[in-house]
């Protein structure tokens, strides 16, 4: 099949009165305005994205070692960047059938009532629930994953920044049209996600941009993978004057970290080199992702996802290059001496899942109208962590204190990590998957009822793990004012 063959239901955000597409609406792909034509509705969730019709991969290497791959890497992996790979071991059982179904928007029509994953549940009942119809262990019964929403502030305040220096080497140019060299400080990954409360049972991470890019890290170093899990090997610094970009060439020496620095000398980083949610480059803040009119992810930030190089070399010629052979450092285009880590980074992240999600849930649903399909999570510099995690579930009722009446559609929120809900006709509440934290240093919350034409009111709880709390309010009629 040729690039117009690509099937790429790709993550689409819906503001007021525009619509953009993902950066990957591209190469000839045309089935995104598809979907959202046959489900309008749906636009902008997590069914509005690749993972639709495509699947990742898990498969074990000749080490023995599993190794797991996004949406993404699997089918940049089997089809390629150039789309001269088969696209048909990238579909799901989903994208199969849409496909043999003409890949219109009746198509969709034609195969709501299969089910296309064997889970017992037709593919119109999945997709009205937000579930995707290609995967069998995503299905309506299950309850959306703890989840926790964090603002850059919050980070910094309950975890200690991680400075290094390094290569950023791109295979075919990246967002910069060279490799350089840059400073960038963030939190070490590890220490992130044992701050989040990550259970022992968990395999690694999927870090997610709102414009469809995905990439899987394991928890601990396999093969020829990034990992989470400890530092990368220590590299060393490359200097050559025909790669500079001040003479023409493919490498930007110009950030401050490279003042003093000799070809052939250590990189010596405290810490080690690590797996970094940056937020900072050269001392200045990451740019806010966006979207240009060209469909183009704009920016690195709030936050990016920095994986050194696991084989430290050269920043070597561009793929892209007239003569991508020539010396010095020749394109190194089976990685067999230095490895392209930017193409493993991951900009404008908004979303990190830990895998595998507990039995009995899915994804947290990140991308949503109230969200602005993800990238509001960008603007407010926030970031939602989901998955495999320490958590409580949070249970009650609001009545009016004067006739001990239900209070229906009273707000229950607490003052961080995002969680809100509305009181049912019977004042009935229930905040699932709040995440405690990490044992022995639970997060404390302040739980919030507060209703039209009464005072709010306020408690403090420290969930634990499988807790399964039960607080009720009573408010008084009157005004905070």
Request: glycine share 10%; with cysteine; proline share 5%.
């Amino acid at each position: 099949m040729g690039k117009s063959a690509k099937i790429f239901i790709i993550a689409a955000m819906l503001g007021l009165n525009t619509v953009a597409w993902g950066a990957y609406h591209h190469m000839g792909e045309k089935d995104a305005p598809k979907f959202q034509q046959a489900y309008p509705d749906k636009a902008g969730t997590k069914l509005d994205d690749c993972a639709l019709c495509h699947k990742g991969n898990t498969y074990k290497a000749k080490s023995g070692n599993v190794v797991t791959e996004s949406v993404c890497q699997c089918c940049h992996g089997a089809y390629g960047y150039d789309g001269k790979g088969d696209i048909n071991k990238t579909l799901n059982p989903y994208g199969v059938d849409y496909r043999a179904a003409g890949r219109s928007v009746k198509a969709f029509a034609a195969i709501e009532k299969k089910d296309s994953d064997n889970d017992t549940y037709s593919n119109r009942a999945e997709i009205k629930a937000v579930r995707y119809p290609g995967d069998k262990l995503d299905t309506p019964a299950k309850m959306q994953a703890p989840h926790i929403v964090l603002s850059l502030g919050e980070l910094q305040s309950i975890l200690t920044p991680h400075e290094q220096f390094m290569l950023m080497n791109n295979s075919r140019g990246g967002e910069t049209g060279f490799d350089y060299y840059v400073t960038y400080t963030g939190f070490i990954m590890q220490d992130l996600l044992a701050a989040a409360g990550m259970r022992s049972e968990a395999t690694g991470i999927t870090v997610m941009a709102p414009d469809g890019f995905c990439y899987s890290f394991d928890r601990a170093s396999k093969d020829a993978h990034c990992f989470i899990e400890g530092a990368y090997p220590q590299a060393q610094y490359f200097y050559d004057p025909v790669a500079d970009k001040a003479n023409g060439g493919w490498v930007d020496y110009s950030a401050p970290g490279c003042t003093g620095r000799k070809n052939g000398q250590l990189i010596t980083v405290d810490n080690g080199l690590r797996l970094l949610l940056a937020y900072k480059a050269n001392g200045a803040y990451l740019d806010t992702a966006i979207q240009d009119a060209h469909n183009r992810l704009v920016g690195e930030g709030p936050f990016r996802v920095v994986p050194p190089q696991l084989k430290p070399g050269y920043p070597d010629r561009k793929a892209t290059e007239s003569n991508p052979g020539a010396e010095p450092w020749p394109y190194d285009a089976n990685e067999q001496s230095t490895d392209h880590n930017a193409g493993f980074s991951a900009r404008g992240i908004a979303a990190i899942r830990i895998d595998p999600l507990p039995e009995g849930t899915t994804e947290f649903d990140w991308r949503n109208n109230q969200t602005d399909a993800g990238w509001r999570f960008l603007r407010d510099k926030k970031i939602v962590i989901f998955g495999n995690m320490r958590s409580s579930t949070i249970k009650g009722r609001v009545n009016d204190m004067s006739t001990q009446k239900p209070l229906a559609r009273a707000l229950v929120s607490t003052d961080k990590g995002g969680y809100l809900t509305l009181t049912d006709e019977k004042g009935f509440f229930m905040l699932p998957g709040v995440v405690a934290g990490p044992e022995g240093r639970e997060f404390n919350y302040t739980l919030t009822a507060s209703a039209s034409g009464h005072t709010h009111k306020s408690v403090q709880i420290k969930p634990g793990d499988g807790d399964n709390a039960t607080i009720n309010f009573t408010l008084l009629r009157g005004s905070d004012n």
